[in-house]
T-cell receptor, first 113, second 112 residues
């Protein structure tokens, strides 16, 4: 099993550009989420999904869109990139029943110039 | 807002010593989890402790949970250089036992 796969690993954008960060998992997990990690801030939840067709906002959703058309994929879209969105983005997944650990991808390092 | 806060922010020890990290949180929880992050990598789950549990062990790891004080500790015994990483606590609250809120982490350095 590949686990949680994120692409790309690195990306540089100009202010105002849009892009999609990809996340795929092969563990048939119902729950998927996106976090951003900034120095000294820990991980903050952007958006999450409890199943195909269901998404909800986390702590810092502004400037980001998500959709969940399949169980496996949960892409994160930056609509109009801003320097404040320079960060490391992590996707995670888990089962949504019981007390389950989260499985993380290796992250996408995004710089907005 | 951050639910969990780790203490200390940074810890430097010698190989073979024990390392203790603490986590405090603000609201009632369903479970508390500890994760490790090596430099440049994603988070790896270490251990999960439920709100009705007080102590849990996994290899060289020992986690305690005191819900009356809203705090948890992670003890790593006989540390190794490979334990050098950032350690995060995360809590699940309310109706969700999977939606996590993370602390800011403790950077552990184990010197050979």
């Amino acid at each position: 099993n590949a686990g949680v796969t994120q692409t790309p690993k690195f990306q540089v954008l100009k202010t105002g550009q849009s892009m999609t960060l990809q996340c795929a998992q092969d563990m048939n997990h119902e729950y998927m989420s996106w976090y951003r990690q900034d120095p000294g801030m820990g991980l903050r939840l952007i958006h999450y999904s409890v199943g195909a067709g269901i998404t909800d906002q986390g702590e810092v959703p502004n400037g980001y869109n998500v959709s969940r058309s399949t169980t496996e994929d949960f892409p994160l879209r930056l609509l109009s990139a801003a320097p404040s969105q320079t960060s490391v983005y992590f996707c995670a997944s888990s089962h949504d029943r019981g007390n389950q650990p989260q499985h993380f991808g290796d992250g996408t390092r995004l710089s907005i110039l | 807002s951050q639910q969990g806060e780790e203490d200390p922010q940074a810890l430097s020890i010698q190989e073979g010593e024990n390392a203790t990290m603490n986590c405090s949180y603000k609201t009632s929880i369903n479970n508390l989890q500890w994760y490790r992050q090596n430099s440049g990598r994603g988070l790896v789950h270490l251990i999960l402790i439920r709100s009705n549990e007080r102590e849990k062990h996994s290899g060289r790891l020992r986690v305690t949970l005191d819900t009356s004080k809203k705090s948890s500790s992670l003890l790593i015994t006989a540390s190794r250089a490979a334990d050098t990483a950032s350690y995060f606590c995360a809590t699940a609250q309310g109706r969700s036992n999977y939606k996590l809120t993370f602390g800011k982490g403790t950077l552990l350095t184990v010197n050979p």
